[in-house]
């Protein structure tokens, strides 16, 4: 079974800088897709980034961004001049065999 | 409108009694979704719908039970539910491309679900 790993519970960054979440994932598929998606306390979830595994350039989104290394199997997001607004729930998701698992999740806190 | 809309907000039931989730999008999406998120966990899939047909269950036990009358709208019955069934019930949809599941999923923002 796929698994998804998120090493960093919780992560915090001034307002402004740059933050790096990590995600790992074991498959042995070839064919799959990545996402971050984001949920802020008491609000829906959305999708923050989305990458195929067959496209080997790094998916962007302003100030979002992943680094997408498929031989270690690891799906990175990068956020740059962190706002308020992005403090949230943030979790890794594999797509594969028709399902969708997420991985446990990193809290991130914006510290103004 | 890329909205995705869930009733009731909140829901308190007893163990006897029997009541209904509903999910609704107008996005012309093809692929619906539940799922169950526990406090401070990931949202765990429980049902697939694709063109209106039950395509995944993932071994959800039979008080959860789903109902999808048209392309936009997909219920959950509820009956007989334990405290441990309390949770936040998610609904997403999609685009069922070729590959299900895949495309983006766009999530209602939940029903907070008591079981007392």
């Known amino acids: 079974a796929q698994t998804v790993t998120q090493s960093q519970p919780e992560m915090s960054v001034q307002e402004a800088e740059t933050v790096t979440l990590s995600c790992t994932y074991d498959t042995s598929e070839s064919d799959y897709y990545l996402f971050w998606y984001k949920q802020p306390p008491s609000r829906q979830m959305i999708l923050v980034i989305r990458q195929e595994a067959y496209k080997q350039q790094n998916a962007t989104e302003n100030r979002f961004s992943v680094n997408f290394q498929k031989a270690a199997k690891s799906f990175s997001l990068k956020i740059s001049d962190s706002q308020l607004g992005d403090a949230a729930m943030y979790f890794c998701a594999y797509w594969g065999a028709q399902k969708l698992v997420f991985g446990q999740g990193t809290r991130l806190t914006i510290n103004p | 409108d890329t909205e995705v809309t869930q009733t009731p907000k909140h829901l308190v039931m007893g163990m006897t009694n029997k009541k209904s989730l509903k999910c609704e999008q107008h996005m012309g999406h093809r692929a619906m979704y539940w799922y169950k998120q526990k406090a401070k966990k990931p949202p765990e899939l429980m ?9 995944i269950n993932e071994s959800v036990p039979s008080r959860f039970s789903p109902e999808c ?38 999530f209602g923002p939940g029903t907070r679900l008591t079981v007392l």
């Open chain 2, 47 to 55: 049902f697939v719908y694709s063109y209106e047909k039950l395509s």
């Open chain 2, 69 to 106: 009358p048209n392309s936009s709208l997909l219920n959950l019955h509820l009956h007989a539910l334990q405290p441990e069934d309390s949770a936040l019930y998610l609904c997403a949809s999609s685009q069922p491309g070729l590959l299900l599941g895949a495309d983006t999923q766009y």
